[in-house]
């Protein structure tokens, strides 16, 4: 029973260059989070999809950020044109489906990105 | 603005003792308090949760205590093991069903053999 599936595990990015991360949620999990988590911080929420839908990005930054969840595939957060405070570690999160589910959120290993 | 604070950034505790971890916040619409444990370059774990209608829920070594008035929750670990040494993270959502979860910065938790 795979858990939630992160990729690259790390990513080096340039200044200016993009940076895309990859979230396979649970098997059976139709909701996705994406969290970034900076230095000695907690997570922070950035944004909640289902399948074709985006929920709610109000923790996205407006520019240079976006995420998708398509019908086929992984979930994907993209970074244009990355700077250094962009450096974290992303985490991806899945739950399962519907009210009355579970309300607890399964986390994958997560991404640490670093912008050169 | 935290809403969710938990002040101590590190304990110390001896293997065999009980850790007890604490958690505050500060938003009445919270009704479902997790803890997660995180383990350095991987991702956090799910421990145990307590909705609000609870004051206290139990697995195995590991407790959580709510007190709604005081918006107050904790964890107890008894006995700690050195393996329990992690980041231990608290964090909240409303009871609407596959909200986002709000996180405290986490406590640093290292057991003593």
């Known amino acids: 029973n795979a858990g939630v599936m992160q990729n690259p595990r790390h990513l080096v990015r340039r200044r200016g260059q993009e940076a895309r991360l990859r979230c396979s949620p649970m098997?059976?999990?139709?909701?996705v989070y994406w969290y970034r988590q900076l230095p000695e911080e907690g997570l922070k929420f950035m944004v909640y999809?289902?399948?074709?839908?985006?929920?709610?990005e109000s923790g996205m930054p407006k520019e240079r950020f976006s995420a998708e969840f398509p019908k086929e595939g992984p979930s994907i957060l993209r970074i244009q044109q990355v700077v250094r405070g962009d450096s974290a570690a992303y985490f991806c999160?899945?739950?399962?489906?519907?009210?009355?589910?579970?309300?607890?959120?399964?986390f994958g290993p997560g991404t640490r990105l670093t912008v050169t | 603005d935290q809403q969710v604070k938990q002040n101590s950034p590190s304990l110390s505790v001896q293997e065999g003792r009980i850790s007890i971890l604490n958690c505050d916040y500060t938003?009445?619409?919270?009704?479902?308090f997790l803890w997660y444990k995180k383990y350095p370059a991987e991702g956090p774990t799910f421990l145990i949760s307590?909705?609000?209608?609870?004051d206290k829920n139990e697995d195995g070594r590991f407790t959580v205590f709510l007190n709604k008035s005081a918006k107050h929750l904790s964890l107890h670990i008894v006995p700690s093991q050195p393996g329990d040494s992690a980041v231990y993270f608290c964090?909240?959502?409303?009871?609407?069903?596959?909200?986002?979860?709000?996180f405290g910065k986490g406590t640093r938790l290292s057991v003593i053999a």
């Open positions: 999160a899945s739950s399962p489906l519907g009210q009355g589910s579970s309300y607890e959120q399964y």
């Open positions: 307590i909705s609000s209608i609870k």
């Open positions: 964090a909240a959502s409303g009871l609407t069903g596959n909200t986002p979860l709000v």
């Open positions: 938003n009445s619409m919270f009704d479902y």
């Open positions: 098997k059976g999990h139709s909701h």
């Open positions: 999809l289902q399948k074709e839908n985006i929920i709610d």
